[in-house]
């Protein structure tokens, strides 16, 4: 009885989707391709170079006091070492956290432009080519999607065109 029932609901549904017109995007695919999405990901580069360069003369410093700290030294001068050793440590890995929050502030907000300017794109092309559903292939939720139906390519063709 139950294979029976789930025959029929497997053999209803290809009717109810046939009756509407379905497509997919890749949302990630299109915020990391599209022309904005470049500039942004060369702007956090650029970001962690400048984080890199600010990190340097800390890490430098912690390499020349871990080779001072293999000298023949006196107990006071090695515990003088090891509390500055210490406190660059601690500086440089306040630095990285602050950088890595401010990084990711960054990035949220240049995505959260990126996905406003979506929107409106969007809800254009689902009126246009008169999509009934439209959904995001990078969601967990969608396993499988042929290439028939996955509108990504469009959608960055048309949001990069629509930002000149």
């Known amino acids: ?12 549904v290809p009717s109810v989707f046939a009756q509407n017109k379905i497509a997919v ?3 990630n695919r299109v915020m990391q391709e599209c022309e904005a999405g470049k500039q942004l ?3 956090l580069d650029r970001f962690m170079e400048t984080v890199r360069a600010e990190a340097k003369p800390r890490d430098e410093r912690m390499r020349q006091i871990n080779e001072e700290l293999e000298k023949d030294l006196t107990d006071e001068q090695r515990q003088v070492l090891a509390m500055e050793f210490e406190d660059q ?5 306040r630095l990285q956290d602050d950088k890595m929050k401010e990084g990711r502030q960054r990035e949220e907000l240049g995505l959260s432009k990126i996905e406003k ?5 969007l809800e254009k092309i689902t009126q246009e080519e008169k ?3 439209l ?3 990078s969601s967990p939720l969608i396993f499988y999607a042929t290439d028939g139906v996955n509108i990504t390519e469009r959608v960055i063709s048309r949001y990069d065109q629509d930002q000149q």
């Open 1 to 12: 009885m139950r294979v029976c029932c789930l025959l029929l609901v497997f053999a209803a």
């Open 131 to 133: 999509y009934d559903l």
């Open 89 to 93: 440590k601690i500086k440089l890995k």
């Open 135 to 137: 959904l995001d292939i």
């Open 117 to 121: 300017e979506l929107v409106p794109l």
């Open 41 to 43: 990901q060369a702007e």
């Open 25 to 27: 995007i890749d949302l």
